[in-house]
């Protein structure tokens, strides 16, 4: 068990008594505190075990780190929330690779990248934290400044992505291809990763959301993704977990049509209750692999023929996919003629195998997206401060209990996403904006309420 240090005490304290920015930049730093690791020498643990046996309980600890050194255009924010991401059951398991390879080839780029290459990597990919340092340059962040992170982290010194961050040679996932995530009493990032903290949620319901929000609006709005317009049919996998409980709320909210699959009744349940009366639970239909080889034709047809029952006899135009192995043939398969499906991920498999008559015949398209680029980040937390979006959070872990919480996302036994209360000692704290919170305050505690 790792103690709070006095100085993360009095950091906590200053953060409860909404202390200004002279306050919070009087307070010193510690030399180290606790974060949630996984260690070099522990990456082969789980050599030769199948996925679904691989414990992120056994590779996560709670460590006693070194706060790194703060560079240009940086900010060290003190975290007081964060949500558990797949990105971080992959690192945990090592899977598909063991992330201490991206350490080291960041750790080449510069001088001041070479802090990211340790022999422990600390993991997460959201925050909801409060500033404590910004580095030389940065001009828009103070210490005190009520953040959320985005996890794009990105130099931008060649062209590629100069029109969209998301292109650039060296873009990478803080808390994933980074070290010194959010799930850590103090973190490091890149100024341009803060975004106002939407003051009508808690800590933990402010972290859960930023990177599967930003994603799904990648993947629906707008040119980078599916560019989906109103009146679209839009068959959203997983519909009650982290990307879909998203990609619903997108879909309703641009005018679409969502088709949500889920497997359980008690997921349907949750997605009929966020406005999605179209609800297929995949339980009920045949697998769509007969063998690890062979998939069964008419187990795609009978998906198409529930999404008809649906929806009078139409196909989507748009098929939000992540599962990848399992589902990318069937997807491709049911989707409209001229129609889209769109990628982010391959949770069971990154080798996909379709048909490639339906896609060609039929011309339709497949998109690859991945996370969101700076504006895309803003646009999709401007609709959460706005109310237009909310948090899918069923449940917050202390950050104790972080392997715990990646096991039940590992094992798809949890809903939405799962928040890590990290300063934050107790749920529901860091709500500033009440009268938006009541206005909302049923959608807000959706996951909450009926999980
Ligand atoms: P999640 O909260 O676990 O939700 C995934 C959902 O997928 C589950 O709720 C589950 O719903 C469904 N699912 C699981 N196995 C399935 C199968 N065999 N066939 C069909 N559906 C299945 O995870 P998430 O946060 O949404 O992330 C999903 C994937 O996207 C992960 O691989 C993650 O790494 C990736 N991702 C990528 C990006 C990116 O930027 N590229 C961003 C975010 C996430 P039911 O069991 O109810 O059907």
């Avoid at 009146?231 to 959203?236: H, S």
């Avoid at 709500?431 to 206005?439: A, F």
């Amino acid at each position: 068990m790792v103690a709070d240090s006095d100085e993360i005490k009095a950091i906590r304290e200053a953060i409860e008594a909404q202390a200004g920015t002279e306050d919070i930049a009087a307070l010193p730093i510690p030399a180290s505190t606790r974060a949630i690791t996984v260690r070099a020498d522990e990456q082969e643990m789980f050599e030769g075990l199948p996925s679904h046996e691989k414990d992120p309980r056994k590779s996560i600890h709670l460590d006693e780190v070194a706060v790194p050194e703060l560079g240009p255009n940086e900010a060290l924010i003190a975290v007081m929330a964060s949500s558990i991401n797949f990105n971080t059951v992959w690192t945990s398991i090592f899977e598909p690779l063991p992330t201490f390879a991206f350490l080291k080839r960041r750790g080449k780029m510069s001088e001041l990248h070479a802090r990211h290459d340790l022999p422990y990597h600390i993991m997460g990919s959201d925050a909801a934290a409060v500033v404590l340092r910004v580095g030389p340059g940065v001009t828009k962040w103070k210490p005190g400044d009520r953040v959320l992170v985005h996890c794009n982290d990105v130099d931008l010194q060649g062209p590629e992505g100069h029109n969209d961050s998301m292109l650039d040679a060296q873009q990478g996932i803080w808390g994933f291809e980074t070290n010194f995530g959010g799930l850590s009493d103090i973190s490091l990032v890149k100024a341009n990763q803060l975004m106002p903290k939407p003051e009508h949620l808690s800590w933990e319901e402010a972290a859960s959301g930023p990177l599967v929000s930003s994603t799904a609006y990648r993947m629906l709005v707008g040119k980078n993704g599916a560019n989906m317009k109103q009146g679209d049919t839009v068959l959203v996998w997983g519909a009650s977990g982290g990307l879909g409980g998203y990609a619903v709320q997108y879909v309703k909210n641009g005018g679409g049509i969502p088709v949500g699959v889920v497997s359980s009744e008690k997921r349907a349940g949750l997605v009929q209750a966020m406005g999605c009366e179209r609800v297929i639970n995949r339980s009920e239909l045949p697998p769509f692999w007969s063998d690890e080889q062979t998939q069964d034709q008419r187990a795609w047809r009978a998906l198409g023929k529930a999404i008809r029952s649906h929806t009078g006899g139409e196909d989507p135009d748009i098929v939000y996919e992540h599962p990848g192995r399992s589902s990318f043939g069937a997807s491709v398969f049911v989707a409209k003629r001229g129609g889209t499906i769109v990628t982010c991920a391959s949770t069971t498999g990154y080798k996909h195998e379709f048909d490639n008559r339906y896609l060609w015949m039929n011309l339709k398209r497949i998109i690859g997206s991945h996370f969101a680029n700076y504006r895309e980040a803003w646009e999709a937390n401007r609709l959460t401060r706005l109310g237009m979006i909310h948090p899918i959070m069923s449940r917050s872990f202390p950050l104790e209990q972080t392997g715990e919480a990646a096991y039940q996302v590992h094992k798809n036994m949890h809903e939405g996403k799962i928040g890590v209360r990290v300063l934050a000692q107790e749920a529901g704290q860091g709500i500033l904006d009440k009268e938006t919170r009541e206005k909302h305050i049923d959608e807000i505690t959706l996951f909450q309420r009926l999980t």
